[in-house]
């Protein structure tokens, strides 16, 4: 069955980079679309970008200047980097998949992100 | 962006009542919106896509409905379970695409 695991640090310093890690497994990378949101604590959801079944990517504009997103289809594992961290930073980080180019079909677990020093 | 406003923030209705969130759009998302559900602690899950698609295994108490830049979400016979936080989010024009600000359902 399709599943997707969000892995990387807790606690990140401010003006430091995040790196999270997707990894997935029960469908192909290079079949569907892989997408971050975020979810800042007690608040709504934030589309940050993905990366789609050609390799190509999409960002949220407020977020470009700061995000990359990457894959290793031989791994199954997408890649997050965004750097110049602040404290509104902080938030839980999802992978999601999309099965279509419409809806976010499949979650993981998320993982919590802390911006502090 | 196409904005997306969800009304009303939090709700409080007791078990066996019908429940009405609402979303607006800044502009026609022509059916291009799905709603989720957020457990608290847990991931969304998908329960309605193309604005009034149940999705796979969703109970059939939960609708969708709407058109051009007004939808709506109802639950009927509210069941314990369903206290959650609902959002909608638009897939009309993206990037990027864009979400509800939410909505807290609560047991009375």
């Known amino acids: 069955q399709v599943q997707l695991k969000e892995s990387g640090p807790g606690l990140v310093q401010p003006s430091q980079t995040l790196s999270l890690t997707c990894t997935v497994s029960?469908?192909?990378?290079?079949?569907?679309?892989v997408h971050w949101v975020r979810q800042p604590p007690g608040k709504g959801l934030e589309w940050m970008g993905g990366?789609?079944?050609?390799?190509?990517?999409d960002y949220n504009s407020a977020l470009k200047s700061r995000l990359s997103i990457s894959r290793d289809t031989s791994k199954s594992q997408v890649f997050l980097k965004m750097n110049s961290l602040q404290t509104d930073d902080t938030a839980i980080y999802f992978c999601?998949?999309?099965?279509?180019?419409?809806?976010?079909?499949?979650w993981g677990q998320g993982v919590m992100v802390t911006v502090s020093s | 962006d196409i904005q997306m406003t969800q009304s009303p923030a939090s709700l409080s209705a007791s078990l066996g009542e019908t429940v009405t969130i609402e979303c607006r759009a800044s502009?026609?998302?022509?059916?291009?919106l799905a709603w989720y559900q957020q457990k608290p602690g847990k991931s969304p899950q998908l329960l309605i896509y193309?604005?009034?698609s149940l999705h796979t295994g969703v109970p059939s108490r939960f609708s969708g409905s709407g058109s051009g830049t007004q939808y709506s979400l109802k639950i009927n016979s509210l069941q314990s379970e369903d206290v959650a936080s609902y959002f909608c989010?638009?897939?009309?024009?993206?990037?990027?695409?864009?979400f509800g600000a939410g909505t807290k359902l609560e047991l009375k």
């Open positions: 999601t998949m999309m099965v279509l180019i419409t809806t976010f079909d499949y």
């Open positions: 029960g469908f192909s990378l290079t079949s569907n679309s």
């Open positions: 990366i789609w079944g050609d390799g190509s990517t």
């Open positions: 502009e026609d998302i022509y059916n291009g």
């Open positions: 193309n604005a009034n």
């Open positions: 989010q638009q897939y009309y024009d993206y990037p990027p695409y864009t």
